[in-house]
């Protein structure tokens, strides 16, 4: 059946996202309609705002939610009403060579639905009945969405939403980039450039893997103040020193693993340059297209370096996000306090905005 569902709009890059009245259709064969309960702000949804990420507008903005199943369409077995769910806008066919590797955050097929669904429709529309793409395959930043199966994974029902729709990126980016990613061994060094909601996460993946040193490296205080709360044992305010790679390697004598999770050149060169002999850094941050870095090629035979990128935390989001929060539910993990604010889907606005400013470590809107 067709819902009416407020949603969070794209209408033209480089304009303030709008709030309207969408329709969401319901669910064909291999599909679900979800009402959401909660979907996180992410800096990915701003990028597609700016043609950053270059989804064509209009666009329903949010792929990092969770709620629960409303109607399954034909097909459907894994599912059905009343399953709490968590979107990822990882889509898979399971068929290519990188699917069956396990490695399904590289499906060579998933481009075809990067701003649709798999079948290259949508299930949005807006007032004028003219079709609305919706981001990553999900556009769950509204009150119902229509999504395939393959982009839902089932949780945990006493996890709470706020909580459980942050696995959908931001946990999983930054502890599966510790976790998957760089395999981090116990005892080593570690540094996190950028200490935004992936960062964060970084950090406490860096704790739970036991890593037993960690800077944290930003220009805000107040994000380097938070980075202690999750675990970093060193800070650097860039603000504050010449070169933050110095300053890096100037307190661990080089770092095993460092994490770039702003997505930007000249960061990702200064987390390659923190690094010791024979460390990792992975490039976590979603840069712009025509962003370029620059290393010491000799550096990498000679030290035995790796840079390397991790999208997703390189999940498998059937395995990995009940992992984490099976992690979250033994107190290894910190999600309550990721959540700085909530907001009503009407200040959506307000909410993009906040994150902007820096002032929160996630920012979640919730449906009533």
């Known amino acids: 059946m067709d819902r009416q569902a407020k949603a969070v709009v794209c209408r033209e890059w480089g304009q303030p996202v709008q709030v309207e009245t969408i329709t969401v259709e319901g669910p064909k064969r291999d599909e679900i309609t979800i009402k959401i309960a909660a979907c996180g702000v992410c800096h990915s949804d701003l990028s597609a705002t700016t043609g950053k990420i270059p989804y064509p507008p209009p666009l329903v903005l949010g792929h990092e939610a969770a709620g629960v199943v409303v109607e399954v369409g034909e097909g459907v077995t894994a599912f059905k009403e009343g399953d709490h769910v968590v979107s990822t806008f990882i889509s898979m066919c399971g068929k290519c060579s990188q699917c069956v590797r ?55 029902e006493t996890v709470p939403m706020q909580n459980a729709a942050l696995v959908g990126c931001a946990v999983m980016t930054g502890v599966g980039a510790v976790f998957n990613t760089a395999k981090l061994e116990p005892g080593s060094r570690a540094a996190v450039f950028g200490i935004g909601g992936v960062g964060l996460n970084a950090i406490q993946g860096c704790v739970t893997a036991g890593a037993e040193m960690i800077v944290a490296v930003d220009s805000n205080p107040a994000k380097l103040e938070m980075a202690k709360e999750f675990g970093a044992t060193h800070t650097v305010n860039i603000n504050e020193v010449e ?34 002999r ?59 306090e990721l959540v ?29």
């Open 102 to 156: 396990g490695r399904p955050v590289l499906c060579e097929n998933a481009r075809k639905a990067m701003f649709n669904l798999p079948d290259g429709t949508v299930r949005t529309k807006g007032a004028d009945g003219e079709p609305l793409n919706v981001f990553g395959a999900c556009g769950v930043m509204a009150e119902f969405a229509t999504m395939h199966v393959d982009n839902c994974v089932k949780v945990d």
């Open 243 to 276: 070169d933050a790679a110095k300053a890096v390697k100037k307190m661990t004598g080089g770092v095993d693993y460092a994490f770039e999770c702003v997505g930007a050149g000249p960061v990702v060169e200064q987390a390659y340059k923190s690094l010791g």
């Open 278 to 336: 024979g460390g990792t850094a992975v490039v976590v941050g979603v840069a712009d297209p025509k962003d370029k870095t620059s290393l010491t090629t000799l550096t990498l035979p000679a030290d035995e370096r790796t840079l390397k990128g991790s999208w997703l935390g390189s999940a498998r989001p059937q395995h990995d996000f009940p992992r984490i929060l099976g992690l979250y539910k033994a107190g290894k993990l910190k999600l309550d």
């Open 340 to 368: 700085t604010r909530t907001y009503p889907i009407e200040d959506a606005v307000q909410a993009f905005d906040d994150m902007v400013a820096g002032k929160n470590a996630r920012g979640v809107i919730v449906f009533e």
